[in-house]
């Protein structure tokens, strides 16, 4: 069973940055069309961004423009890179792959932007 480590949340103030890291053991990481997914309180997990194994990438709409997922040459970690954070952004953010696959869902990490 693989389980995906997600890192870097905390407390930003709106107009903040954080970057967000999603590692695993090995570089199974590279095999996969990776994705982070975010879930709010009393709203359904939803998709972020993605990056296909070529280095294509999609952003759900209300992030585009402020955030950047991205991996590293050895496909051992995953970042978000999230910039001109909004209130809104607050959630659990998870990383999994692309469709997910339920063994890979990790305890996610906390963001909250808040003044």
């Known amino acids: 069973q693989v389980q995906l480590v997600e890192s870097g949340g905390g407390l930003a103030q709106p107009g903040g940055s954080l970057r967000l890291s999603c590692g695993a053991i090995?570089?199974?990481?590279?095999?996969?069309?990776m994705g982070w997914y975010r879930q709010a309180p009393g709203k359904q997990r939803e998709l972020v961004a993605s990056i296909f194994r070529g280095g294509g990438t999609y952003y759900l709409d209300s992030v585009k423009g402020r955030f950047t997922i991205s991996r590293d040459n050895a496909g051992n970690t995953v970042y978000l890179q999230m910039n001109l954070l909004k209130p809104e952004d607050t959630a659990v953010y998870y990383c999994?792959?692309?469709?997910?696959?339920?063994?890979?869902w990790g305890q996610g990490t906390q963001v909250t932007v808040s003044s």
């Open positions: 999994n792959a692309v469709p997910d696959i339920s063994n890979f």
């Open positions: 090995g570089s199974i990481l590279s095999i996969y069309v």
